[in-house]
């Protein structure tokens, strides 16, 4: 086989990836739209746009191909790593590494897209540098704020969001003022910092694993929805992915570790990789378990117990486009009225012991990241509320971990989401194109992800099976710190 005709899936890969990439940077560079919230400010302030206001339909089809062309690419590029496919140029860790920092970059001066979150951001920042508390204060309560003001959908709703997170948002608005746009330009910059860091750290820990580039650094689904989307979920993903990269000084990644808890509680499940770990080394366990409760106790504490109220609701909503809508549906109809929250809560507990199970029975190496990402991962696919930016963090901790079907899953998982909330702001939108939610987002979606969710689950039992069956191939035995690169390096 020539080197042209072997080489034609880094040439999708670039074409996709690069393609993906551009479409993204140029939803934000055009100005506000049906994908763009517009900000309030000064026309000199940051973040920038070219103001053209494009038409709903145009946008909408942009970030459709920005995150189909995405992923093919992105699926490319692990077929090209699995085949180990020769190639040069991009294809090379660090100027991938390069690449995808300098892609972070700009689009922290350019106007966030995807979704209106950013405005809660900025709006809870508001809150508490003008001394209110963020937990109990909604935006509705200052409704002649410039910048709490500007919120578009949670105007009734106080912070869901951890004492760090709400710590960040304090300082970007400190350092905005009254202009909303300076401070969603300063929660850009932290954004855009913790994505290039998450990015170092992988490239670091992976020992340049072109992988480890291909899952986060230039991954275009991530970058559509973590830097572009400018989610809070950024600053948890990097503090955890920390905690593993140093967790072998027990103080400081158990600080980090907390640091992340106390930006989004799901985190925590990476809290298991370090148990499992550590398991035979108490001292140690004891070390990294004090110091992150610790840190999370303390700023819980800090910002008091009700700042917890809010991971109580959350923990009983069930998001349109997961199978548990229809199943929440089915028991209405069934049965009559009612959420039947408790009956979801305990199938999708069920649901993720059972994935966690089949993931971890069938894996090779048991370290931290391996066991924190199989963990991760089950809670996505059973999770009754799934929005597409909770992905990020799967992808980070794969990234860490060996090479497997578990790359295109989640690839898959996070293409349909990306479609379901295409886009996931409410206003501003295209009547013609509602069809989107209704359609897309509450009758396809879900059964997409049920089939992901049973192809998983069928794909880790069959894993299983053959690890058991196949003499010296043993679960769990241990293996380098240090995952192995998928194709050789360049």
């Not at 670039?14 to 934000?28: D, P, R």
């Not at 559509?224 to 593993?244: F, I, K, N, R």
């Not at 378990?289 to 700042?307: D, I, N």
């Amino acid at each position: 086989m020539g080197f042209e005709r072997a080489a034609w899936p880094v040439r999708v890969w670039a074409g996709g990836v690069g393609g993906s990439l551009a479409l993204t940077v140029a939803i934000g560079l055009l100005g506000p739209s049906a994908m763009v919230p517009a900000l309030d400010g000064e026309a000199w302030q940051p973040p920038y746009s070219l103001g053209v206001r494009p038409d709903g339909h145009l946008v909408v089809a942009m970030a459709a191909a920005a995150i189909l062309l995405g992923a093919v690419g992105l699926g490319a590029g692990l077929l090209a790593l699995r085949r180990r496919v020769p190639a040069g140029g991009l294809w090379d860790a660090r100027r991938l590494l390069v690449l995808g920092c300098a892609v972070a970059g700009v689009l922290a001066f350019l106007l966030p897209s995807g979704s209106a979150d950013h405005l809660n951001y900025a709006a809870y920042g508001r809150i508490g540098a003008l001394g209110h508390d963020p937990y109990a204060t909604t935006p509705a309560m200052l409704p002649a704020d410039p910048v709490a003001g500007a919120v578009e959908e949670w105007v009734n709703t106080p912070s869901v969001y951890g004492p760090v997170a709400t710590a960040v948002q304090v300082a970007a608005s400190l350092a905005g003022g009254e202009s909303v746009r300076l401070t969603v330009f300063a929660l850009a910059l932290a954004n855009a910092a913790a994505f290039a860091g998450t990015a170092l750290l992988l490239h670091r820990f992976t020992g340049g694993d072109l992988r480890a580039a291909l899952l986060w650094t230039v991954n275009p689904l991530v970058v559509y929805q973590l830097a572009a989307g400018m989610h809070v979920d950024t600053l948890a993903v990097v503090a955890v992915v920390a905690s593993l990269v140093v967790r072998h000084r027990g103080v400081l990644a158990g600080v980090l570790l907390g640091a992340g808890i106390a930006v989004k509680v799901n985190v925590g499940l990476v809290a298991l990789g370090h148990a499992w770990e550590l398991r035979r080394s108490r001292a140690r366990l004891a070390v990294v378990a004090a110091t992150a409760t610790a840190t999370v106790a303390a700023a819980y504490a800090l910002a008091g117990p009700h700042s917890l109220d809010q991971i109580g609701r959350a923990s009983r909503s069930v998001s349109l486009a997961t199978p548990w809508n229809m199943v929440q549906d089915a028991l209405q109809r069934l049965i009559g009225p009612g959420g039947y929250v408790i009956w979801i809560q305990a199938g999708s507990l069920a649901l993720l012991a059972l994935l966690a199970w089949l993931l971890l029975a069938g894996m090779e190496r048991h370290g931290a990241p391996e066991v924190a990402g199989a963990i991760v991962v089950a809670y996505l696919f059973a999770a009754p509320y799934a929005l597409p930016w909770y992905d990020g963090l799967a992808f980070a901790l794969l990234a860490l971990a060996p090479a497997s079907a578990l790359d295109g899953f989640l690839v898959a998982r996070l293409t349909a989401l990306s479609l379901a909330y295409l886009p996931a702001r409410v206003l501003d939108q295209p009547p013609d194109l509602l069809w989107l939610r209704e359609v897309v987002r509450v009758r396809v979606a879900p059964w997409v992800l049920l089939a992901l969710t049973v192809a998983l689950a069928v794909w880790a039992w069959r894993r299983m099976r053959r690890g058991r069956r196949e003499p010296g191939r043993r679960a769990g035995a241990p293996g380098p710190t240090r995952p192995a690169s998928a194709a050789p390096r360049p």
